[in-house]
């Protein structure tokens, strides 16, 4: 019997546990995980040409999902638009994800220390530009990477492309 694309998609979506097994063993077969994190609430071109290009820099790209609870602590009690479930399942569909988990935490920082990936992933606007180094103010993740000698890759950001604008010009609707 086959499985139809519904369920496929669903079986990207992993426990924190279980991300962790299925990482460990691709890394011990010498694939390079990369991962990158975010809210991914109301999805756009930004995210689309990020999430392909991460996914080009190594064998595998990891999506760590901020939980509802987390999105509401560091941008906005109205925020998420779109609950944890379906923008998990969202995300899982595109085939540039090879694996989501949803993290409750309000930094991946304790998702990194458990993965361990070869490669972070992180929009440009996350470099100082006054010496082109990790902004650890607004990244608090690049502590962790640096920790184990992790690699960390800023992809250019996509002008007036955020999900911040896309709600202020539906605000402004008639």
Do not use: W
């Not at 998420?80 to 694996?99: G, K, N």
């Not at 650890?136 to 992809?155: D, S, W």
């Amino acid at each position: 019997m086959s499985k139809t694309i519904q369920e496929l998609t669903q079986k990207k979506i992993l426990t924190r546990t279980a991300l962790a097994a299925e990482v460990n063993r691709r890394q011990q077969t010498g694939e390079r995980c990369v991962f990158t994190n975010g809210c991914f609430d109301l999805l756009h071109l930004g995210h689309i040409r990020y999430l392909q290009e991460a996914r080009a820099l190594g064998d595998f790209l990891v999506l760590g999902l901020n939980s509802d609870e987390s999105v509401h602590r560091f941008k906005s009690p109205t925020r998420p638009l779109v609950p944890e479930d379906e923008r998990a399942e969202i995300m899982a569909a595109l085939s540039c994800i090879d694996y989501v988990t949803i993290f409750p935490e309000t930094t991946a920082g304790a998702l990194i220390d458990l993965l361990q990936p070869e490669i972070y992933v992180k929009g440009a606007d996350y470099v100082r530009a006054q010496d082109g180094q990790p902004d650890t103010a607004r990244l608090p993740e690049a502590k962790h990477v640096m920790a184990y000698n992790g690699e960390m890759r800023f992809i250019t950001y996509l002008p007036h492309h955020s999900t911040t604008e896309l709600i202020t010009k539906i605000k402004r609707l008639p």
